[in-house]
């Protein structure tokens, strides 16, 4: 069993702060590229930001200069920093990963955590 764990969603004012973060757990060798997306009711989910194993990032436009994306290979964890929260922002966020295990490479997905921003 591999699994992803989020956590450090909540409720803030516009222009505030927080930070997601989102560790794997279970039986795996290694995790390989990492991202966040997220999806508001009646929306398709998009992609927010990823990384390579090698620290390359990409973020959506709408993010862009506003969020950053990490992680720590020690810990098996990715974050999310998201700085100027909008309240077009809000959604629920997931974070996702590829990880080989001794079944195979795995596509994983994280709980869901929810953020919301108030204008």
């Known amino acids: 069993q591999v699994q992803l764990v989020e956590s450090g969603g909540g409720s803030v004012q516009a222009g505030g702060s927080l930070r997601l973060s989102c560790s794997a757990s279970?039986?795996?060798?290694?995790?390989?590229?990492m991202g966040w997306y997220r999806q508001a009711p009646g929306k398709e989910r998009e992609s927010v930001a990823d990384?390579?194993?090698?620290?390359?990032?990409n973020y959506a436009a709408s993010v862009k200069g506003r969020f950053t994306i990490s992680r720590d290979n020690a810990k098996n964890t990715v974050y999310l920093q998201m700085n100027s929260l909008k309240p077009e922002d809000t959604a629920v966020y997931y974070c996702?990963?590829?990880?080989?295990?001794?079944?195979?490479?795995?596509?994983?997905w994280g709980q869901g955590t929810l953020v919301t921003v108030s204008s």
């Open positions: 996702n990963a590829g990880a080989y295990t001794p079944v195979g490479y795995l596509e994983l």
């Open positions: 990384i390579t194993s090698g620290g390359s990032t």
């Open positions: 279970g039986s795996f060798f290694r995790i390989n590229a």
